[in-house]
């Protein structure tokens, strides 16, 4: 379906002097843009029209602005308004100089256990705010993530949040571009609507990656990575990468439970073994390596070798049996 054609620089679209193109969704185009009425530099968020029609993606435009109206704090992208302009609705933020965290890790990962835990941490913070508001962001990636010139991550893109007023919109009803698996908690890929817990999973995930450059699950297909958050083990960080202390592999192992249930209750809870690595209880990392311990034997060459001889057994006795049985 054609997209409508973007503005350029120096148009203007209502009060707004467009000064560049910043990016392109699947639902938006997003400016740099000049407001002549405050004189102030913003952020243009214009849905595609294309998608005004279609009830999923209008509902997460508004979701959007509900979220943006209802939280103040620093981690969170600033909304500063809405408005409709020849029929088109757009909103306005913040404007945030600096870097996407995809950026940062494609720059500098793996990026230091203290700088990780900083960036997390106030990550973790924005997003216990969202959560006592009744919000859940369920698309947290680095791409979601901005890092403002003196350090404070900013938190993007509401637009599949969970909010007390939400209907239902699942990931089935959006584009492919409404989000990447890498960070999807497992009853995300089951179909379910996630609650805190699931924030705090692609929390954990993102931690792993600031850490080794990597997700903890990889494949040659979205369905590839789904199948592994669903079935994988995750990796024991402070084997895979030797400066990370057990305490911080503790708490992203924490994370990164596959049940809801065994991972943080909250993200207050979170923050808190990040502010207190020395009282980390480390003896879920146990419980990893024999999960992986038991995968690995599964898997190995060993386990196929007996396995083939058994079913080759198996086939033989059973076509002895069958010839006996016609004598």
């Known amino acids: 379906m054609p997209k409508t054609s973007m503005l350029q620089i120096g148009d203007q679209f209502d009060h707004f002097q467009i000064q560049g193109h910043i990016a392109q969704g699947g639902m938006s185009d997003i400016y740099r843009a000049f407001d002549l009425l405050t004189s102030k530099d913003v952020v243009l968020k214009i849905p595609d029209k294309m998608s005004i029609g ?4 209008y509902e997460r435009f508004q979701r959007e602005l509900e979220v943006m109206r209802t939280l103040q704090h620093p981690a969170i992208l600033k909304g500063l308004g809405s408005g409709r302009f020849n029929s088109t609705p757009y909103l306005v933020t913040e404007l945030i100089e600096g870097e996407s965290m995809r950026a940062l890790i494609g720059r500098a990962a793996p990026v230091s256990s203290n700088e990780s835990i900083s960036l997390i941490r106030k990550i973790a913070d924005g997003l216990a705010h969202c959560h006592d508001n009744q919000i859940i962001h369920r698309d947290l990636k680095p791409e979601n993530i901005l890092i403002a010139t003196g350090g404070q991550p900013v938190i993007l893109d509401f637009g599949l949040a969970l909010t007390k007023k939400s209907f239902r919109v699942t990931y089935a009803n959006l584009s492919s571009t409404a989000g990447t ?15 805190v817990r699931t924030d705090i999973y692609a929390v954990g995930t993102m931690l792993f990656e600031l850490l080794t450059g990597r997700t903890p699950f990889s494949g040659d297909s979205n369905l590839a990575v789904m199948a592994q958050h669903l079935s994988g083990s995750v990796p024991r960080l402070d084997k895979i990468q030797p400066n990370v202390s057990p305490q911080l592999a503790a708490v992203v192992a924490k994370c990164l439970q596959r049940e809801p249930k065994d991972r943080y209750t909250d993200m207050h809870a979170l923050v808190h073994d990040l502010d207190h690595l020395e009282q980390v209880d480390v003896s879920i990392l146990e419980k990893v390596t024999e999960v992986s ?3 690995a034997f599964w898997r190995s060459p060993a386990f196929k070798a007996v396995a083939s001889t058994l079913l080759l057994l198996g086939v033989i006795i059973v076509l002895a049996i069958v010839l006996k049985s016609l004598r």
């Not at 890498?182 to 089951?190: G, H, S, V």
Request: cysteine-free; overall charge negative.
């Open 54 to 57: 279609d009830p999923a993606q």
């Open 181 to 195: 698996p890498d960070y999807m908690a497992p009853e995300q890929i089951e179909g379910q609507r996630g609650d």
């Open 293 to 295: 311990a038991m995968k």
